[in-house]
């Protein structure tokens, strides 16, 4: 399988608690976006990565959270001091930047419940 | 700052019912535009980009078409296995990285 893999799936946690999730992109893609996505809502971008510089992130992306992308392969989005509010799916993607293909493709996603 | 805008919200069909769904944006100097098709519990999964307007793409039941302020997703006779949320998304008009400003999407439910 080639596609975008997110780990862990489903992620139960109680508030007040750290959680990281990790995102392996499509091999060749130089590009690495994380998102995330409430119920009924479309995705909101978080941040995104070139390779292992981190060149953008949003102001929904508050100091409790952090990503890294070392090696400019796989990436993790780490959430520190939990709360109800985070309580989202996450979503990774990944796209070659290349000419003007911008098409980003997105793994499955790992659902974060904060109890 | 960028918008975008889906509607309907809600579209049942019955099985073969052809309709369109629309999406309209905000942003001027259109670098693309992304049709993304979402399953519940699932990421999206990506189905078409239009560059300019006038352009079209079809994949099956689907075909995708631009103008210069908006984009319509036309479902023709559709199955109950097009039963999906349907997003539209752009990117920035300036800036590298192509981050992507998502509409909240349009839920299409196809029934027998």
């Known amino acids: 399988d080639t596609g975008v893999s997110q780990d862990p799936r489903h992620k139960i946690t109680k508030r007040g608690q750290n959680v990281t999730f990790r995102c392996d992109p499509i091999?060749?893609?130089?590009?690495l976006y994380w998102y995330r996505q409430t119920l009924g809502q479309g995705p909101e971008f978080l941040t995104y990565?070139?390779?292992?510089?981190?060149?953008?992130k949003s102001r929904l992306l508050s100091d409790r959270f952090s990503a890294e992308r070392p090696k400019g392969s796989f990436s993790t989005l780490e959430i520190q001091r939990t709360e109800q509010g985070d309580s989202a799916m996450y979503l990774c993607?990944?796209?070659?930047?290349?000419?003007?293909?911008?098409?980003?493709?997105f793994g499955p996603g790992t659902r974060l419940t904060v109890t | 700052e960028d918008q975008v805008t889906q509607s309907p919200e809600a579209l049942r069909l019955q099985e073969g019912e052809s309709s369109s769904l629309n999406c309209s944006y905000t942003?001027?100097?259109?670098?693309?535009l992304f049709w993304y098709r979402q399953d519940p519990g699932k990421g999206p999964e990506f189905l078409f980009t239009?560059?300019?307007a006038g352009e079209e793409k079809e994949k099956e039941r689907l075909k995708a078409t631009l103008t210069k302020k908006e984009s319509f997703l036309h479902i023709t006779a559709p199955k109950p296995e097009d039963s999906a949320t349907y997003l539209c998304?752009?990117?920035?008009?300036?800036?590298?990285?192509?981050?992507?400003?998502f509409g909240t999407g349009t839920q299409l439910k196809v029934e027998l």
């Open positions: 993607a990944s796209s070659l930047a290349r000419d003007t293909t911008y098409e980003q493709y």
């Open positions: 091999s060749e893609h130089n590009r």
């Open positions: 990565f070139q390779n292992e510089a981190q060149l953008e």
């Open positions: 942003v001027s100097g259109l670098r693309g």
């Open positions: 239009l560059y300019s």
């Open positions: 998304a752009v990117p920035p008009r300036t800036g590298g990285g192509n981050k992507l400003t």
